[in-house]
T-cell receptor
């Protein structure tokens, strides 16, 4: 069975500080991995995806994530947080590329 | 390119009433998903269509939930009768590729969702 675990349901960072959102996956084979962002009252928007090419994946809005097979992790980072980054972030996994399983989400607060 | 459209945006009903949600995917997208997102949780897949056929409805509570995509374009999700625990945001997503395409044509685009409150 595939699943993802997002450590920390709430993360607060100061504006300009490093953002680190954690995601660990459980899968028998390296899956496809995704990070989505959800702003209030909006649907999910894809930030980036890992599809077994480069292990360091760059996404939109300055976010990136690194796939680490040995740690079964796919943590999301951004060097410098902006106020506009405040949102809910979801990690998702797919083995087939057709069906997706989402984590419980991490709410990011950016403190001015 | 227009995005995934959903209506209504908000719905408040009493328990045991019926409700229906509508989704119009991006033009040309073969695959359509309905997700349930309960407050504080990630989206959970309810049903997946490819064109007008059901690919996966294993997590759909079939005693009260139903969905259709008759012409392979827009879709409706119905709850009859609603329970308190059905309060959630119902998200529709679409993807250009079909089931066999895997990740090749695979980015899901999400609608803004319908927020359902069951009182």
């Amino acid at each position: 069975a595939q699943s993802v675990t997002q450590l920390g349901s709430h993360v607060s960072v100061s504006e300009g500080a490093l953002v680190l959102l954690r995601c660990n996956y459980s899968s028998s084979v390296p899956p496809y991995l995704f990070w989505y962002v959800q702003y209030p009252n909006q649907g999910l928007q894809l930030l980036l995806k890992y599809t077994s090419a480069a292990t360091l994946v760059k996404g939109i809005n300055g976010f990136e994530a690194e796939f680490k097979k040995s740690e079964t992790s796919f943590h999301l980072t951004k060097p410098s947080a902006h106020m506009s980054d405040a949102a809910e972030y979801f990690c998702a996994v797919s083995h087939t590329g057709n069906q997706f399983y989402f984590g419980t989400g991490t709410s990011l607060t950016v403190i001015p | 390119e227009a995005g995934v459209a959903q209506s209504p945006r908000y719905k408040i009903i009493e328990k045991r009433q019926s409700v229906a949600f509508w989704c119009n995917p991006i033009s040309g997208h073969a695959t359509l998903y309905w997700y349930q997102q309960i407050l504080g949780q990630g989206p959970k897949l309810l049903i997946q269509f490819q064109n007008n056929g059901v690919v996966d409805d294993s997590q759909l509570p079939k005693d009260r939930f139903s969905a259709e995509r008759l012409k392979g374009v827009d879709s409706t999700l119905k709850i009859q009768p609603a329970k308190l625990e059905d309060s959630a945001v119902y998200l529709c997503a679409s993807r250009r590729g079909g089931f066999v395409d895997g990740l090749a044509k695979n980015i899901q685009y999400f609608g803004a969702g319908t927020r359902l409150s069951v009182l």
